[in-house]
């Protein structure tokens, strides 16, 4: 193969089934070797295997992200579809019908990018991670910004730059066509991975308050009077800032959050575990409930948080170089093998 080949390439990835079982909605990616970027757009193909995949999207920009509604009806998505009066690409957040009459509605433009996007259970909100720039990004010049003080190591990232002063917090936006976009977790402090509440009354979510040390919490924030200003909202940890905890997911239940972590932030290079904790309890250590098999259950570059179904958690766990599907009992014993 020869660089100039590079444009024949597309590739297929992030795959969402939709509530049903019945569609599967994935983004189809590729090289413009022209404009020298890349392009993607989003796709929809029937489980059944008998017609083929079609898609969604124009793929004239950066779509991603798929998700689907809880009852199937609408697709959310991120994209690059605007531009800002300088000519600078914008992120966008969009919502599309699905299978029924209509158009798609943006939800949010900004400078920075969309992601971890998760509709509430009720389907009345979208919840995403975004970061909230300081006021000193609006001056055009970057030469008379305001200097950065820099408190800790960890205050730039490849292909992010800066972020010591462009923080990741967690917000809403509304789906009932009002525009309401609200941040629920302002100020300094990293926040993570999104996971509605049974109820949608609210949102799990890993919190880091500073930027620097290798441990993050999980915390759960209320939704509350969402038309009161959001810096009022008070969050709750459930677990202790004195290891890594992150990637929560709520048990269909609610009584459960369910995260990857372990109880050793001194010690690098060691397994990941499946912890849980009492979705309604104050901040306590997690129970670690996959440490009868010692081996790392986050074998993806990006944790992957452990899913709950009806029949119980599962997780993914890797054992050398190949990677297993198991079932974990949520209140202790040996996980058993899926797949």
Known sequence: MRPSQLDSLTSAGDPQLAPNGKHVAYVVSNIDMKDNKYRSRIWVVDTGGE?????????????GQPRWSPDGSMLAFSSTRKTDEKGKKESTLHVLPFDQPGETAVLHTSAEAMRSLSFSPDGKWLAFVMRDR?????VDDPARREPRKIENLNFMLNGEGFISDRPSNIWVAALDGSGEVRNLTPGR???????????????????NPLLARDTSQICTVSLGDIGEDSSALSMTALTNLDMPCYAPVISPSGDTVALLGDDDHETMFQN??????DAGSDAADPAWVSKAVDRNWAPTMVAQSPTWTEDGLFAAMEDRGNVHLYQIDPTGGEPSIVL
Not at 189 to 202: F, M, N, Q, V
Request: with cysteine; proline share 5%.
């Open 134 to 138: 300081s006021s000193d990004y609006d």
């Open 189 to 207: 402090h990293e926040c993570s991975s999104p996971a509605w509440l049974a109820d949608s009354s609210g949102i799990a979510f890993a919190y």
């Open 51 to 63: 017609a083929a995949g079609r898609p969604l999207s124009s793929g004239e920009h950066a779509d």
């Open 272 to 277: 990941v575990h499946v912890g849980v904790v």
